[in-house]
């Protein structure tokens, strides 16, 4: 079956201006989890949900940065008045829920590699 | 400072050759789980580990915990030039099992043909 997308793979900005990422999970899955990478670094947690739940936006870095989620479907990221230092791949995952261990593993997206000029 | 750490940052290593990796925690976890990366693009899982187990196996992949010492192990047996990627551990803290997970650094591991 598909498996999580993310629009658009790259996008290319000039500072101050706002952006839009998208992510689509696999379908059925009920938790969402936006993650950023700089370069040659590891992910940083932005932001998780689940369900009709309160998100976890703890990891949020600011609030230039913000994300929504419709029912258990599409999410967006959007990050107003970018900085230089927004710059990074932007990683979706979702993941089941289920009580068992083989539905604790979360599945990634191609991500969103942002570069703000 | 981060919850997981890896050690060594990179490992370059013949094909053939066996790979370790190790991944260092700060706080009790529920389960760690490894994952790889290619390219700098999206992860893939390996395989999890709870916090009540000690080892486990996957194809040519071993897991270990230790959570006295708060540490992990990956093993990659008999690598092979398609293992060339990063591989991050990834840490579920606190007792639930879901929820958001820390990850670390990363291990560059680079497989000579």
């Known amino acids: 079956g598909a498996g999580v997308s993310q629009s658009p793979s790259n996008k290319v900005t000039e500072k101050g201006k706002d952006v839009e990422l998208r992510c689509d999970p696999i379908?059925?899955?009920?938790?969402l989890y936006w993650y950023r990478q700089r370069l040659g670094q590891g992910l940083e947690f932005l932001i998780y949900f689940q369900g009709n739940s309160a998100p976890d936006k703890s990891g949020l870095p600011s609030d230039r940065f913000s994300a929504e989620r419709t029912g258990e479907s599409v999410s967006t990221l959007t990050i107003q008045r970018t900085q230089q230092e927004d710059s990074a791949v932007y990683l979706c995952?979702?993941?089941?829920?289920?009580?068992?261990?083989?539905?604790?593993?979360?599945?990634f997206g191609p991500g969103t590699r942002l570069t703000v000029t | 400072s981060q919850q997981g750490e890896e050690d060594p940052q990179a490992l370059s290593i013949q094909e053939g050759e066996n790979a370790t990796m190790n991944c260092s925690y700060k706080?009790?976890?529920?389960?760690l789980q490894w994952y790889r990366q290619n390219s700098g693009r999206g992860l893939v899982h390996l395989i999890l580990i709870r916090s009540n187990e000690r080892e486990k196996h996957s194809g040519r992949l071993r897991v270990t915990l230790d959570t006295s010492k708060k540490s992990s192990s990956l093993l990659i047996t008999a690598s092979r030039a398609a293992d060339t990627a990063s591989y991050f551990c990834?840490?579920?803290?606190?007792?639930?099992?879901?929820?958001?997970?820390?990850f670390g650094q990363g291990t560059i591991l680079t497989v000579h043909p």
């Open positions: 995952a979702s993941r089941t829920t289920t009580s068992s261990t083989s539905g604790l593993e979360q599945y």
């Open positions: 990834a840490t579920r803290s606190g007792g639930t099992s879901y929820g958001k997970l820390t």
């Open positions: 379908s059925g899955h009920t938790a």
């Open positions: 706080t009790s976890i529920n389960n």
